[in-house]
């Protein structure tokens, strides 16, 4: 249990193992949690426009039911890997738990290109114990084909089975600014913890895709921040006097990229991470601040709206430097939590305001954040090991409950 993660599994595994020693957890119940519950894999036959069938195939990880059915989104990735969807079945299990939601964790991958297939590809490829909703390259259109098909497996109308539906078909309003706005309500508590004035902060996001798009316009508009720096996967922009959000999306619409946009300097995305700022958002790839540039970090606030963008060893690193970071499957857990809405809507069939959705939302970030602190405040440990001490914490409470251990 103690060699050093070489992969996001291994990743995962390391900062459950650190969280167990500290809690001096039951051997039983540590190794059914370092293991997914269960985990499927299979062929997906799909007739492609040109009359062939091409096989795909896919991943659904199950990790762990004890404080309800999995909830986790469904990737479509040309590079899809099973030690992936084990990874981020693992911190949704821990995000569910920190949130403090009646869910257990789980993820779903294909492997397929979806910009190189058509919608009818897409649609041909695609409630109480497996929830799924999107993630990588699908969207609320192939949630809604994917619930239309299960109702036609079960002759109802199923709109619990799934959620990030449209809401015309039972999806939730609040749900597509979601992710960002649940991160930009623990970045306020961070900032107040901190005595940082978000009005007078600049933010450098890194991804520019939904979670980095809509954090930069929220952190603007809610708090009135200055962003300086974006990028996306083909490289960066910076102005020191601020960008303006939405112009910066529309460009990326008809130029496919954020880079030579105009009134700004085009960098990449390594000099971005390390631009002086008081808010870093990760917002893209995995494991970006490693050990090897986690020195030259100099903003006060890293707020990971990406998943597992920070090694262990570079974790360690920005704890020594005084680098506040708010992990993962707590920054970004403003998605699993509405979604968590969407499905609690759907099986009572009465539907909510975007209003009580943001209020809801607001109370249950500032609450797990709150309880994350805490915990961090009173061993002397950072954010993300607080974070696992307080999820692992209730789903271990849930399993001896239930008799698992």
């Known amino acids: 249990m103690n060699k050093k993660p070489t992969t996001l599994f291994e990743m995962a595994q390391a900062q459950l193992d650190e969280a167990a020693g500290i809690l001096n957890l039951d051997s039983g119940i540590h190794a059914i949690l370092r293991e997914p519950m269960k985990e499927f894999h299979v062929s997906i036959p799909v007739k492609m426009d040109n009359g062939q069938t091409k096989v795909f195939k ?24 099973v030690d992936v969807v084990k990874a981020l079945a693992a911190w949704m ?42 993630d990588v390259y699908t969207n609320p259109q192939i949630m809604g084909w994917m619930m239309d098909e299960y109702s036609k497996l079960t ?13 015309a078909i039972g999806g ?5 600014d979601a992710t960002a706005r649940g991160g930009v309500y623990t970045i306020i508590e961070a900032a107040k913890h901190l005595n940082i004035d978000l009005s007078k902060a600049t933010v450098a996001i890194q991804g520019y895709g939904n979670a980095g798009s809509y954090a930069a316009i929220l952190m603007r508009e809610m708090v009135g921040s ?18 303006d959000p939405h112009r910066v999306s529309q460009h990326k619409i008809e130029t496919g990229s954020v880079i030579n946009f105009p009134q700004a300097e085009n960098i990449s995305n390594a000099e971005l991470l390390e631009l002086k700022v008081e808010v870093l958002c990760p917002a893209g790839l995995e494991t970006v601040i490693t050990e090897k540039n986690a020195p030259r970090i100099k903003a006060r606030i890293i707020a990971e709206l990406a998943n597992g963008p920070t090694t262990p060893a570079a974790d360690e690193i920005l704890y020594k430097n005084g680098i ?25 069939r009465l539907f909510w305001e975007e209003d009580e959705v943001h209020q809801r ?39 001896r409950l239930r008799g698992w251990a």
């Not at 199950?62 to 890997?81: D, L, M, S, V, W």
């Open 226 to 243: 200055k962003i300086v720096a974006v990028s996306d996967s083909k490289g960066g922009i910076y102005n020191q006097k601020g960008l």
């Open 93 to 134: 299990t821990w995000k569910c738990a920190t949130v403090d939601i009646p869910l257990g964790g789980g993820k779903g991958g294909v492997i397929c290109n979806p910009k190189e297939m058509s919608n009818g590809e897409l649609e041909r490829l695609g409630p109480d114990r497996d929830i799924p909703a999107p």
């Open 58 to 81: 896919g991943f659904r990880v199950q990790y762990n039911n004890a404080r309800g059915p999995c909830k986790g989104g469904i990737r479509f990735h040309p590079e899809e890997t």
């Open 155 to 167: 002759g109802y109308c199923s709109p619990g089975v799934i959620t990030g539906k449209p809401v």
């Open 324 to 348: 506040f970071s708010i992990p993962d499957f707590l920054c970004n857990a403003g998605g699993v939590t509405v979604s968590y809405f969407e499905w609690v809507q759907a099986l009572n």
């Open 361 to 399: 939302l607001g109370k249950i970030m500032t609450k797990a954040f709150q309880a994350v602190l805490a915990e961090s405040l009173k061993r002397k440990i950072n954010m993300r090991l607080a974070a696992y001490i307080v999820a692992v914490t209730r789903v271990a409470e849930a399993m």
């Open 172 to 176: 939730s309003l609040g749900r597509g």
